[in-house]
């Protein structure tokens, strides 16, 4: 078996920030369902999930800047690159649904938008998981297929939702309501399995 030597070695500090950036994404997955599940108190939890918005962009901002700083990197860089953005990018999709639902009455949310909150909590822990694949660079596969299979679920609640919308089920007043939030969590979802792609590019490319 050959070994890999290194003349420099690489800064393996990138590994410990994509993670803590993965497990913030939980964190504020998490904060914007606990909004959903009480809207009366949705200032505090808006709050939180403002908190974990901003962590991610310190975070970010600590890759990027140790990107320009290290001579020798893990992984190419367009990919550490690319693969910050994408963390950063789910916890602003994440902050723009809070924000929406600041605009919204204080009365029960859709049950559709609870269960797309739901499986945004699922496909980010998965991604935490899959994150913490780089170090080894192996066992992605069930991460990859959890996403996959939690992100058909949540275009099937997508369309579910929006059949209701154009049923004439809702007023005009009430679809306005609620369609930009039910997109918006699309979107955050969306950005999930994006993760879960550059992470496999990554490892397709290194392992």
């Known amino acids: 078996m050959k070994l890999r030597f290194r003349l420099v070695p690489t800064d393996d500090k990138f590994f410990e920030l994509f993670e ?8 504020c997955a998490q904060r914007l369902r606990a909004m959903l599940s009480d809207l009366q108190e949705r200032e505090v939890s808006h709050s ?3 908190e974990s918005e901003r962590r991610g962009d310190q975070i970010t901002h600590e890759i990027l800047r140790r990107l320009n700083a290290t001579f020798v990197t893990p992984f190419d860089r367009e990919d550490i690159h690319a693969l910050a953005e ?3 990018d789910v916890v602003d999709d994440m902050l723009a649904v809070a924000h929406l639902l600041l605009l919204v009455p204080p009365e029960s949310p859709l049950p559709e938008l609870k269960e797309q909150a739901d499986l945004l909590v699922q496909m980010s822990e998965q991604a935490a998981k899959l994150v913490r694949q780089l170090r080894p660079m192996k066992g992605l596969e069930p991460c990859l297929e959890a996403i996959d299979r939690l992100e ?3 275009d099937a609640v997508y369309r579910r939702i929006l059949g209701r919308f154009m049923s004439g089920e809702f007023e005009a007043l009430e ?4 369609k930009d939030i039910v997109e918006a969590m699309e979107a955050a979802m969306n950005t999930v399995e994006d993760i879960s792609n550059v992470v496999e590019s990554i490892v397709l490319k290194h392992a």
């Open 20 to 27: 803590e950036s993965a497990v913030n994404a939980v964190e």
């Open 86 to 88: 994408e963390l950063d």
């Open 175 to 178: 679809v306005l309501r609620w």
């Open 48 to 50: 939180r999930v403002v």
């Open 152 to 154: 058909s679920e949540g």
